[in-house]
């Protein structure tokens, strides 16, 4: 599928299928986005990209020199953003080819960061002069994303820091899991981080910008470098509360071998006392003796009393 925007007057706007011939719209539009091009849709796009349009597998090649060069279709970025279902986060790559006169981005699956831009362009809320800083808009606001899903996990993670240090009734085996996928979406979006970082170092060495693009690709970077120390944190944050969590599960699995220690400890004296006096010798000084089953009784009961006052008296019930 693809999606057309034109530049007017200082704010993009969409291009529906009523404006004018497809082709004639593909060649006069700023940015053309491509959502899973379909045979029909790469090759309309043929005639504006001289070269192979990438395809995913092109697109998801991790080397530097596979996601970002410059040939003659123009500067390539292959970029990582993010993606999420059922709440967790996965990445996915995005191909965005910026020449002279359009920015052409190539991608899979619906991503929050142009469905948030293409409804801003319908408010007239983007205001770009050119595709180049149209590119740098969306990596702005790709940052911004990343900010928000940061301080996401961020209050989720003082949600669950409430269940392990203060919540004596917690599961914790849930606490784990929700750990375990707050670590993978701050890992996640890192990865994003540092792929926009080697994005913007590039654009700032190949691309011919104005003095504010280039400045705002600076402020890019240090939002990004702030943005990294902010992940950090959170994971110091995310391996004290798992650190917690299972110190937490040893003290109360310890305090259960404990208990069962304590009880075999109090049953050992009158198990000890009752065989004694069940052994079936014939000469025994208390087996014709009328008090003997009483006191073979109270013997049992206080030999087992005995060591629960003494654990009691040390503290250690």
């Known amino acids: 599928m693809l999606r057309l925007f034109k530049i007017e007057n200082g704010l993009i706007r969409e291009l529906s299928d009523s404006d004018g011939d497809i082709e004639q719209q593909l060649h006069d539009a700023d940015w053309i986005d491509a959502h899973d091009p379909d045979a029909k849709d790469r090759v309309l796009l043929n005639a504006l990209i001289p070269t192979e349009i990438p395809g995913s597998g092109d697109i998801e090649e991790i080397e530097a020199s596979a996601r970002c060069f410059v040939d003659s279709?123009?500067?390539?970025?292959h970029s990582l953003f993010l993606s999420q279902s059922e709440g967790r986060h996965s990445t996915v790559s995005i191909a965005c080819i910026l020449q002279k006169k359009r920015l052409i981005t190539i991608r899979e699956g619906d991503l929050a960061d142009f469905r948030l831009l293409r409804m801003r362009a319908r408010r007239g809320q983007v205001?770009?002069?050119?595709?180049?800083?149209?590119l740098i808009t969306l990596f702005e606001q790709k940052v911004e994303n990343h900010a928000d899903a940061l301080e996401?996990?961020?209050?989720?993670?003082?949600a669950v820091s409430h269940?392990?240090?203060?919540d004596k009734d917690a599961e914790l085996d849930d606490v784990i899991n929700r750990l375990a996928r707050l670590e993978d979406s701050n890992g996640k979006i890192r990865l994003c981080l540092m792929d926009t970082q080697?994005?913007?170092s590039f654009l700032l060495r190949h691309l011919k910008t104005e003095n504010d693009e280039a400045e705002t690709l600076r402020e890019i970077m240090r939002d990004i470098e702030t943005l990294m120390s902010h992940t950090t944190f959170l994971f110091d944050k995310i391996n004290f509360l798992m650190e917690s969590t299972h110190g937490v599960i040893n003290?109360?699995?310890?305090q259960i071998i404990k208990t069962f220690s304590i009880a075999a400890v109090v049953f050992l004296p009158p198990t000890l006392v009752a065989?004694?006096?069940g052994m079936n010798f014939i000469y025994m000084p208390e087996l014709q003796w009328l008090a003997g089953y009483p006191w073979a009784l109270g013997l049992?009961?206080?030999?087992?009393f005995s060591p629960y006052w003494y654990f009691k008296r040390k503290g250690w019930l």
């Open 163 to 166: 269940l392990v240090l203060e």
């Open 152 to 158: 996401d996990i961020h209050k989720q993670l003082e």
């Open 127 to 134: 205001e770009v002069r050119s595709p180049s800083e149209l």
């Open 300 to 304: 049992i009961l206080l030999s087992g």
């Open 73 to 77: 279709a123009g500067i390539h970025t």
């Open 275 to 277: 065989s004694i006096y």
């Open 251 to 254: 003290i109360k699995q310890n």
């Open 198 to 200: 080697r994005d913007i």
